[in-house]
């Protein structure tokens, strides 16, 4: 097992174990659609997500990511618009779990690595309420028409669902 230590402007010195091997052994009931480097490369978070923890995951998953160091840009969302809250919405109404300051996709990120915690049945739980969403896609755009509901289809996104294939 490989422990993982965090040095980041949120994180300084926070540590964790790498129970399982990356991309591997997850919880049967939880089966993402896309893994962090494929939605880094599509284009999520308006770019400024992961722009200052990116030593804590592996390099490949930077070099064709959609980034931005000095703010938040839609125009690098797959569907170039904002279907983000604000860090500050999450805090406010209790979402973070203290090892995973960033959110979901933190969580997810340290999952897809191998990291096994105490927060996986919540955060695995709120993974799958969102199908609700995708369900509602599905209802209301025609096959292949990806500008329909393009906000719905970027926040899907967010969580690893693919909306593309609908």
């Known amino acids: 097992m490989k422990k993982i230590i965090v040095n ?3 994180q300084e010195g926070y540590s964790y174990v790498l129970a399982a091997p990356a991309g591997k052994k997850f919880a049967p009931e939880f089966k993402p659609e896309l893994t962090p480097k494929e939605m880094l490369m599509l284009g999520v978070f308006g770019g400024k ?5 990116g030593k804590e995951f592996t390099r490949d998953w930077f070099g064709t990511a959609k980034l931005c160091h000095e703010k ?6 797959l569907f170039g618009v904002n279907a983000s809250n604000p860090l500050s919405v999450w805090r406010k109404k209790g979402w973070l779990h203290p090892d995973d ?3 979901w996709f933190q969580w997810y990120c340290r999952y897809f690595m191998g990291r096994r915690h105490e927060d996986d049945e919540r955060q695995i739980k709120r993974w799958k309420a969102i ?3 995708i369900v509602q896609i599905e209802k209301n755009c025609l096959p292949g028409d990806l ?3 393009k906000r719905q289809r970027q926040a899907v996104l967010h969580w690893a669902y693919d909306s593309r294939n609908i």
């Open 49 to 53: 997500y992961m722009t200052d923890c």
């Open 147 to 149: 500008d329909c509901r």
């Open 101 to 103: 300051p960033r959110g």
């Open 8 to 10: 980041d402007m949120m």
């Open 72 to 77: 938040h840009d839609p125009k690098l969302n």
């Open 131 to 133: 199908r609700r969403h």
